[in-house]
């Protein structure tokens, strides 16, 4: 069966009664939207804050192939798997895009017997947080143009305008337009933009706000644009948005809580992608779900390279969260595209192609080790065309890096198939006495911080950008030079190309644009030809979705 065929007969349980069997969780802390899915109120939240932290577990994956890795359903296989071994774990995941999910990514709710539920409701417009974030994004936009049509009292200069427009769907056609036309009624004529939802830097301070208060704060602290004497930051408070926009938001920020296939308990909150964005779902589920399980299992997008070194050096950083171990995740046919092989020639066993993949594997098992700082063991995501020689290569391989390896089949198992992983989890945890490592002090200047990343993370030689980047970067320097940076660049790839497979090494990272993030605590450096508006492949996935005259939904994957 399907993914979505196997999710839609998945008997489920009503989420009420399931948070509280549980979890403890009472009714009335718990918002049904319908039977199967809920958000948890902030005032429960708050109540959990002298309980005692579980284990934070990353789960991380090498470099991203079209031949799949699977980190959201190990993400879920592996939480399934503990609870099965009587460890209480909660899994925390992002909520899925509506442009990866009609483009050629699909959707982000776990595969195979390893899912959560209800997948389609997941997959597409789930309980409206993308929707309330893209709004307030876009009244942010239209308070901008309405404050310079009626006199521009800010003196903001229609030249610097820094706030573009956002839409949850892939459209390359909206990356660059003209906004204005048609009359004097209309505004002034200006060049604007669209990027997609997941960008916003409302995502990530939605991502990041630990309440109410801290969400209209950071919200408040957006910088907009610059004035025309001057160039002077103005922030979206000088506008009076704050407000308004967090109304938009103050039922979306509560975490949204839904079931795995064996009904245990996930939160699915957030969704900033990690090759444009932080990549890790909110820390206001995080922090909920450590307070209320023994075990939580998170993700991070794409590869340890973007998403686990944004995990750490954002979202850990801000929040003071303190992971305990690392899962990173890898298939046989990830490893052998990697070391050359085509697409359609992956299920064909190649020792020698999977031995010069294997070199993707390492440099991102050192980085979480060594760079890290983390105990990590390596998930071969298990694919029914695995040779037996093939995975004893995986295994050996990082037995000599000093590290484990463990085959593991959830897809085709579910919780059942990834037992031994989550043994292996656990003595990891068990064994870890140390604390996890920044990648970079808060102390140095934003310059060295993206030099930090893209010599010790990617394997760069350094980073280059003209001398407008520079000069931003160090003026920025003296009003936001504690911030930490998160570097836009292609998921594909350790270098900034994404045909450049395995462990590329000595390259250079040109950033070709900074954006400032004041409101989420963060400057994004835009790397390489990476967009921040993606567009539709030739053949998109939303040409196989389609809906019954029952209202049964087919195609999502």
Not at 374 to 394: G, K, Q, S, Y
Not at 451 to 470: E, L, P, S
Request: net charge neutral.
């Amino acid at each position: 069966m399907s993914d979505i065929e196997i999710a839609q007969r998945a008997p489920k349980k009503r989420i009420l009664d399931l948070a509280g069997a549980t979890l403890g969780i009472d009714a009335e802390h718990l918002e049904p939207y319908g039977h199967y899915k809920a958000k948890l109120s902030l005032e429960f939240i708050d109540s959990l804050r002298s309980k005692p932290d579980g284990h934070l577990i990353l789960v991380t994956a090498i470099s991203p192939t079209p031949a799949g890795e699977g980190k959201t359903t190990t993400t879920v296989g592996l939480g399934d798997a503990l609870n099965r071994l009587g460890k209480k774990t909660i899994v925390c995941l992002r909520e899925p895009s509506l442009g990866p999910c009609f483009g050629v990514k699909g959707g982000a709710a776990g595969g195979g017997y390893a899912q959560v539920v209800p997948m389609e409701d997941i997959n597409l417009h789930f309980t409206g947080d993308f929707h309330a974030i893209g709004a307030a994004h876009n009244l942010l936009s239209a308070l901008i143009d309405n404050h310079i049509n009626h006199g521009n009292a800010l003196n903001l200069d229609p030249r610097l305008i820094a706030w573009k427009r956002v839409v949850d769907m892939n459209d390359r056609a909206l990356r660059k337009i003209i906004i204005g036309l048609g009359g004097t009624a209309n505004g002034f004529v200006r060049e604007d933009g669209y990027d997609i939802t997941v960008a916003s830097e409302v995502m990530a301070i939605f991502c990041l706000a630990t309440s109410l208060k801290d969400l209209k704060q950071r919200l408040g602290d957006i910088v907009i644009g610059y004035t025309l004497n001057g160039r002077k930051p103005v922030q979206a408070r000088d506008l009076k948005a704050q407000g308004a926009m967090a109304a938009l938001l103050k039922e979306a920020i509560k975490p949204n809580v839904v079931q795995t296939l064996e009904n245990n308990i996930a939160f699915v909150h957030g969704g900033p992608f990690a090759n444009i964005a932080h990549g890790c779902n909110t820390v206001s589920a995080t922090r909920a779900a450590l307070k209320l399980a023994d075990y939580v299992v998170t993700e991070a997008g794409f590869g340890a390279d973007l998403g686990a070194e944004k995990f750490i050096d954002i979202k850990c950083r801000k929040a003071g969260l303190k992971p305990r171990a690392a899962v990173l995740v890898a298939t046989v046919r990830a490893l052998k595209y990697h070391g050359g092989v085509k697409k359609d020639a992956l299920n064909q066993e190649d020792l020698a192609a999977l031995q010069r993949g294997l070199v993707n594997l390492e440099r991102h098992y050192r980085n979480v080790t060594e760079v890290y700082g983390l105990p990590c063991v390596v998930c071969i995501n298990h694919f029914t065309h695995d040779t037996a020689a093939e995975l004893a290569l995986i295994e050996a391989k990082m037995k000599a890096q000093g590290g484990v390896a463990v085959v593991a089949k959830h897809w085709a198992q579910g919780g059942a198939g990834a037992e031994n992983l989550a043994h292996a989890v656990i003595a990891a945890v068990a064994a870890n006495q140390a604390s996890h490592r920044y990648v970079y002090d808060d102390a140095l200047p934003l310059w060295d911080k993206l030099q930090a990343v893209a010599t010790r993370v990617y394997g760069a030689a350094g980073i280059a950008a003209d001398a407008k980047v520079r000069a931003q970067l160090q003026e920025w320097d003296a009003l936001y030079g504690g911030l930490p940076v998160c570097i836009a660049k292609t998921q594909m790839s350790f270098s900034t190309d994404p045909n450049a497979l395995g462990a590329p090494s000595g390259h250079t990272v040109t950033i070709r644009e900074v954006r400032l993030a004041a409101g989420a605590g963060f400057i994004v450096a835009v790397a390489g030809d990476m967009m921040t508006m993606p567009g539709l492949p030739k053949v998109p996935a939303a040409e196989a979705i389609d809906v019954d005259d029952a209202g049964n939904i087919s195609g999502l994957f």
